[in-house]
T-cell receptor, first 112, second 115 residues
Framework: DQQVKQNSPSLSVQEGRISILNCDYTNSMFDYFLWYKKYPAEGPTFLISISSIKDKNEDGRFTVFLNKSAKHLSLHIVPSQPGDSAVYFCAPMNSGNTPLVFGKGTRLSVIA | DTGVSQNPRHKITKRGQNVTFRCDPISEHNRLYWYRQTLGQGPEFLTYFQNEAQLEKSRLLSDRFSAERPKGSFSTLEIQRTEQGDSAMYLC?????????????FGPGTRLTVT
């Protein structure tokens, strides 16, 4: 059973526009949510996180929104840049039990 | 701070051979994790250490896999009698066990190919 679902395997966006990546989860014990970016042949790079006590966290061009009642979070990138082209993983966790649970990822392509 | 390092970056081995991977975490991090990633999937948790104690092992970690972190610094992951299904990217991550700090920082991974 998949606890974390990223239902869009791929997303293509024009440079300068907004990219929205979505993530749904089923485990109500998750209380901390991280997003990672991954380039080919590299390890995942931490991008941004949000605690369950918040519904929004912003860091530069990246904003994460959390809707706990819907068990849904989204990552907004604006404006999108070609260097943002990568696979993005949603990775929630239960802060009392530290392993991350990853989704399958969404491949973002930003077209110049 | 040079980040998490992993060696080797690539390993090709024949089925039935043993392999060992090494991970050096960020120096001040006391937690160290191993994950495995196969094509089209996200990383899957294998095991983690706090200092030298192995606190949790996934059911993915069969008895052919063993991990150690002898002095609470670097860690090794050994796979005995490798099988083709072990072909994957093996990722190591580290973090601090501070209050409210949960971000894990990953190394570049070791890609294992079993022929």
């Amino acid at each position: 059973d998949q606890q974390v679902k990223q239902n869009s395997p791929s997303l293509s966006v024009q440079e300068g526009r907004i990219s929205i990546l979505n993530c749904d989860y089923t485990n109500s014990m998750f209380d901390y949510f991280l997003w990672y970016k991954k380039y080919p042949a590299e390890g995942p790079t931490f991008l941004i996180s949000i605690s369950s006590i918040k519904d929004k966290n912003e860091d530069g061009r990246f904003t994460v929104f959390l809707n706990k009642s819907a068990k849904h979070l989204s990552l907004h990138i604006v404006p999108s840049q070609p260097g943002d082209s990568a696979v993005y993983f949603c990775a929630p966790m239960n802060s009392g039990n530290t392993p991350l649970v990853f989704g399958k990822g969404t491949r973002l392509s930003v077209i110049a | 701070d040079t980040g998490v390092s992993q060696n080797p970056r690539h390993k090709i081995t024949k089925r039935g051979q043993n392999v060992t991977f090494r991970c050096d975490p960020i120096s001040e991090h006391n937690r160290l994790y191993w994950y495995r990633q196969t094509l089209g999937q996200g990383p899957e948790f294998l095991t983690y250490f706090q200092n030298e104690a192995q606190l949790e092992k996934s059911r993915l970690l069969s008895d052919r896999f063993s991990a150690e972190r002898p002095k609470g610094s670097f860690s090794t992951l050994e796979i005995q009698r490798t099988e083709q299904g072990d072909s994957a990217m093996y990722l190591c991550a580290s973090s601090s066990a501070g209050q409210g700090i949960y971000e894990q920082y990953f190394g570049p991974g070791t890609r294992l190919t079993v022929t």
